[in-house]
């Protein structure tokens, strides 16, 4: 087969499906057992999940230690590949400890979907009129969502201006919605385009785009936590992190690494609890360039008086406990109760601590020892599989590599070959 031109795809059978991909792809028998496995669903289960489903890809689940937030022990669930990021969080969490671990708290639940008015005869005005019909325009919203309205959500109040584009002027109406548990994104959609015919009859204008909006500005998750200077490695260590920090505070092109390794810690968890972390990845970093007029970082870093450090982290988190994923999902149901979190607002607090532990090891690391230090014993464990290595072959060949201090495939597999023949 050397066409991808394949009609009803998602109507065959899983086997039909598999025999599609192996022909195009030329694949083994192996290799398609391993695209097929499911792991903790049945195949009947994600194919209701995506469309074209062939099978599932997993990801390493760990579970982050140490972790104390408002005065409450957890261990996070967290769902990554990349080395390091756990035991980096674990560790953070240990010297948070010292101090209390972290103090966090939520903004509260709250949503806004879009909607857009175009060739409005006059905006301004326009926007007026949608104002003043705001209780007409919450009663067609909450009609939606009675559920939702009587757990004591649902839409909450109306927002309106008018914004100037390269096709003209536009009309944009906020919904503003409290999801309550749930993410939100089906709630508020619904919402927003029950409400569209309504706006276009009071403004003579035209609804096209009715969506949700990932800069959750009104849903803010905050967490701080103290780190004691003699806990982290002395004074030294405090202003390495301090000038580290206000590195990438100040350019882009440093802040844009520097957020991504706090959203290595924040997209594990998301992912294990079930949660859509492309909606968090993006609210996250649009929030960083928000917020002041320009890229900077999510995380703020200061000395206090005693010389310790203190960190806090400020972003959108709508993640949600009802709904999607996390409701079905059985290994998402399994971390969410290890968690013990009570509330989206709750598990919303344990991701943003998340985020900043994994913020200060990574400062830590960077103004200390360097990152790829902290990096190399695991990814030379890697290293040492893909070569084929096992048990503790894999153990023997990792501390090889990293204390000659050559991290490559080709001298892994030269340490491997040199183990196997000592063993005949």
Known sequence: MSTSEISGFYKRSAQDRWKIV???????????????????????????????????????????????VNGRDYLVPMAIEEPSVVAAASNAAKMARAKGGFTASTSGPVMIGQIQLVHVPDPHSARLAILHARDE??????????????????????????????RGPMVITHLIVDCRDAMGANAVNTMAEAVAPHLEEITGGRVYLRIISNLAVRRLARARAVFAKDAIGGPEVVEGILEAFAFADADPFRCATHNKGIMNGIDAVVLATG???????????????WKSGGYRSLTTWERNADGDLVGTIELPMAVGLVGG????????????????????????????????????????????????????????????????????????????????GKVRMDRAKEILDDIRRRNT
């Open 22 to 68: 192996q022909e195009f792809g030329g694949l083994s028998d192996e290799e398609v057992r391993t695209l097929g496995g499911t792991g903790a669903l049945k195949f009947d289960q994600v194919d209701r999940m995506i469309e074209n489903v062939i099978g599932t890809m997993p990801v390493p689940l760990g579970v982050a230690m140490n972790f104390r």
């Open 137 to 166: 325009i919450l009663r067609r919203a909450n009609e939606k969502d009675p559920i939702l309205v009587k757990l004591g959500g649902g839409a909450k109040d109306v927002e309106t201006r008018v914004i100037s584009t390269g």
């Open 275 to 289: 949660n859509d972390f492309r909606a968090i990845e993006a609210g996250a970093h649009s929030y960083a360039a």
């Open 325 to 404: 994923a996390t409701a079905v999902h059985p290994t998402a149901k399994a971390c969410v109760k290890l968690l013990g979190v009570k509330s989206a607002q709750e598990l919303a607090e344990v991701i943003a601590s998340v985020g900043l532990a994994q913020n200060f090891a990574a400062l830590r690391a960077l103004a200390t020892e360097g990152i790829q230090r902290g990096h190399m014993g695991l990814h030379a464990r890697n290293i040492a599989a893909t070569v084929g290595a096992v048990g503790d072959e894999i153990d023997r060949v990792a501390e090889a590599l990293v204390k000659e």
